[in-house]
């Protein structure tokens, strides 16, 4: 089975976010960066099918030339080759516009699967996956932790909220969204990573791929959130707290 | 003469043709055998890959290290001092008996160098039979406390060792029964005959048994690495640690072959002692069998048939047994390159591993607890930055950064730093040193974190530290050296002892008793044994442990193992806790939070009459004014 994974690096967890002195963006400079952690399942997912039935697993994925060292990790990891869409100003990329720039790369691939994590760890659209799909007009689920391969196609446990899973059947190729947890992570190696050197990495431009690469996004001001406790408990019944709601939406927080 | 007195070994004086020719071939057909055995072994350790990051040189410690480990068999001794002393004679007997076994087969052929009526000759054959006298009591010592007495660290009683000891008790009394006897008479050549058939039975048997170490340990002492515990430097692009017979290097297998089978590793090992699966003799011994049967350019793995995953990951790198072992055996480079072998390839997989590893990669400490927790630690008791000013970069390590217990230890040495106006500041992007994952054999996500904390060292002209975390300590000393040139570091104790004499005099009037627990990375890795006692003693009245100072029983933290799930057996910390306990102290005094942690958890289950777990930093703390 031939499998692309679309992953996305996003700032590390522990890395401090700070606003860049123009306010459009964080300060980059000493940030650290990681693979989006639905990311990384689902490249553990594709793994372990190539691991149980063979195959080949590509990973793709866009952004500037940072971008290069997460791509490096999943090659560590066991990804055979990889794409790099190079592309500056993510910020000013919607969902729509980086979904574009992958399928536009994972389409010449003709894979019989498409794998990525359900949402970004620092976004958190979770629409990226999903409009791919229908860029390459595949069929789609999300939010699945269990792939497996039969006959027809293949079937997939989701999970749903409360609690409850789902088991479905699609036919491939398809599109599936990975949800976080749904396997144990492997670690990188040294050896994964001095393989990982001999390994494909091509890089591509949107321009090159045939993809459409206007920024859709005008960004005004980034800014952290002011802390303030403005709790208030409206009381009465149902009726008269919804009336004292809509009053104050209308007066006080100005939104309707 | 004086000389007429001592007694005069007797040598036949003739020798017929025959028995030349009898000598000659029974000569060659002893020197085939003991060369058949000796030789594939002697092959398989020079076919074996360099050693890399090897130096002869400076020699003046190997020297110090065979006269006082070999010749003088003080380490046997010291460790064990009865059997130590048998040991030793033997020993000794056997060089005296170099020269007497040269000239008793030259003599065959009228070729004797030493004349037993000369007077060199009576004196040399005098002082030898001396030896021979004390071998022969201490060879039978030796021969009853392995099949008498029993000790289970000898493993099964092996007839190969009662035959051994047999033949050597059989050189002794043959050589010494001619001095009874006539020079001239049969019974001297019979006697002479009986020597020389015993020592061509025993030539053979010697490379075929573990008394190889006869002639390979002095060798092995020799040439060992010499830093305790020392992990070798990775040889090139292809090297990822032991993974199969290949990767042995030169100086493993030499020590495979050396050890003798003594138990003393096993005697001392925390996991051994606690029911885990890993035996440090076996690892050892594993390593022999895999040489014998694979040899050293082999492909199959060495986790496998001869050693077992499960056993390498269940060692502590307390380095108990390497510092006991007598020939010289490095038992802990040998266990983390089995474990960089099964880590640096991916073939280990246990779940807490991983994720410790997946932590790591990302985060910056091993707790995986965010940085922003520790920045709330440092504003919130106002430690100050270190700014290149300080004379100390307070280094806290995840322990004293993260852990409360850690935090506390560190806010008590923080207090008499600046009771002593020892200047100090921390630093803001600290990293994990990587021991955990460098003892568990990660070589990746080691150099990512010893290079980061060098960039972040080099930014704050860092020159000076002082860390209340062995573990750090060692790691940044010694390991870090792979990248780079670390700066000075110390551990609290040391520092503390230097200036005790400032800090005020505590009331000893109620005398209560201590007990320190030495820190296997304090102790036997760093050699600091007095300093924390000092500190220890002028607080409480000091009283030992049944294993102490070099002796100590680790805690179980060491070597990554805090971090991986639960232990098979009972828990080594309870072991330890309850030994530590049995001494009657009031309280359990420890240098290093990783020991502290464990025995809080191990103590915890004696209730309200569990003695009061303190680190020193804590002890020296409690004496300052409020
Ligand atoms: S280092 Fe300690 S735990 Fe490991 S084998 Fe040696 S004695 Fe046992
Ligand atoms: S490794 Fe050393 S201490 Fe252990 S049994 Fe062999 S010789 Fe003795």
Known sequence: MKIVVAIKQVPGRDTPLRIAENSRWIDESEMQWAMNEPDAYALEEALLLKERDGGEVIVVSAGPERVASTIREALALGADRAIHIVCEDLRRRDALCVARLLAAAIKPEKPDLVLTGLQSEDLGLGQTGVIVAELLGLPHATMVLHVERIDSGLSVKRELEEGWFQSIELPTPALLTIQSGGNKLRYATLMGIKRARTKELRTASAPELGAEDAPTVGLDQISVPKKQKSTQILRGTAKEAAIALVERLKTEARVL | ?626
Request: proline share 5%; glycine share 8%.
């Open chain 2, 1 to 626: 003469m004086m000389t007429a007195f001592l007694p005069t070994l007797a040598e036949p004086q003739q020798f017929s043709g025959w028995e030349r020719l009898l000598f000659a071939e029974l000569a060659v057909l002893s020197l085939a055998g003991f060369w058949k055995q000796l030789g594939p072994i002697l092959g398989n350790i020079l076919q074996s890959k360099k050693d890399p990051g090897f130096r002869l040189f400076p020699i003046g410690r190997r020297v110090r290290d065979f006269v006082w480990e070999v010749l003088l068999q003080a380490k046997v001794i010291r460790e064990r001092p009865l059997a130590g002393l048998a040991h030793a004679v033997v020993f000794w007997a056997f060089c005296a008996f170099a020269l007497v076994t040269l000239n008793h087969c030259a003599a065959v052929f009228g070729l004797g160098f030493l004349d037993p009526a000369g007077l060199v000759g009576r004196f040399y054959f005098d002082f030898a039979a001396v030896f021979a006298v004390a071998c022969a009591a201490g060879i039978f010592g030796l021969f009853v406390r392995r099949f008498v007495a029993r000790p289970k660290w000898l493993g099964e009683v092996s007839w190969e060792s009662g035959l051994i000891a047999l033949l050597i008790f059989a050189l002794m009394v043959t050589y010494l029964a001619a001095f009874f006897v006539a020079a001239s008479g049969t019974a001297a050549q019979v006697l002479w005959w009986a020597h020389t058939l015993t020592l061509l039975a025993f030539l053979p048997v010697i490379p075929h048994t573990k008394h190889l170490h006869l002639m390979l340990s002095p060798i092995t002492v020799f040439l060992s690495r010499g830093g305790f515990g020392e992990i070798p430097p990775l040889a090139d692009d292809e090297d990822f640690g032991l993974v199969a017979g290949k990767d042995l290097t030169k100086l493993i297998s030499l020590q495979a072959y050396s050890c003798v089978e003594c138990g003393r590793c096993m005697e001392h090992c925390p996991a051994n002692n606690t029911g885990k699966l890993l035996n440090p003799k076996e690892i050892v011994l594993g390593l022999r069998g895999y040489l014998n049967a694979y040899g050293p350019t082999s492909e199959e793995p060495l986790l496998g048939k001869y050693n077992a995953q499960e056993a390498a990951f269940e060692c502590t790198t307390c380095g108990a047994c390497e510092y006991q072992c007598p020939v010289g055996i490095e038992h802990v480079p040998i266990i983390v390159g089995l474990r960089r072998g099964a880590v640096n390839t991916g073939a280990w997989e246990d779940q807490r591993g991983a994720r410790l590893f997946l932590t790591l990669e990302r985060g910056a400490n091993a707790l995986g607890i965010s940085s922003a927790d520790r920045d709330k630690f440092v504003d919130k008791n106002s430690l100050p930055l270190f700014d290149g000013t300080q004379e100390y970069c307070l280094w806290l390590g995840c322990m004293g950064a993260y852990d409360p217990r850690g935090r506390e230890i560190v806010l008590a040495l923080v207090k008499v730093l600046r009771y002593l106006k020892v200047s100090f500041g921390v630093l803001r992007k600290e990293r994990c040193t990587g021991d955990p994952v460098r003892r568990l054999g990660n070589d990746l996500v080691f150099q990512q974190l010893a290079e980061a904390n060098f960039e972040t060292l080099k930014q704050n002209r860092v020159t000076k530290i002082v860390s209340i975390c062995p573990h750090c300590v060692r790691t940044i000393q010694e390991d870090w050296k792979a990248y780079g040139t670390p700066p000075e570091v110390e551990h609290h104790s040391e520092l503390l002892s230097r200036h005790l004499h400032r800090l005020p005099v505590q009331n000893l009037e109620k005398k209560e008793k201590i007990v320190f627990h030495d820190p296997c990375y304090l102790g036997r890795y760093r050699g600091i044994y007095e300093e924390p006692r000092s500190v220890a003693a002028a607080a409480r009245d000091l009283v030992e442990a049944p294993r102490s100072h070099e002796r100590s029983f680790c805690c179980g933290a060491g070597g990554g193992l805090a971090f991986l799930g639960e232990e098979k057996g009972q828990r080594a910390s309870q072991a330890r806790a309850a030994e530590l306990a049995a001494t009657g102290a009031s309280v359990v005094g420890t240098a290093c939070p990783f020991c502290n942690t464990m025995f809080r958890d191990a103590l915890v289950e004696k209730g309200d009459g569990a003695p009061e777990l303190l680190d020193i930093a804590q002890l020296a703390a409690r004496g300052l004014p409020e």
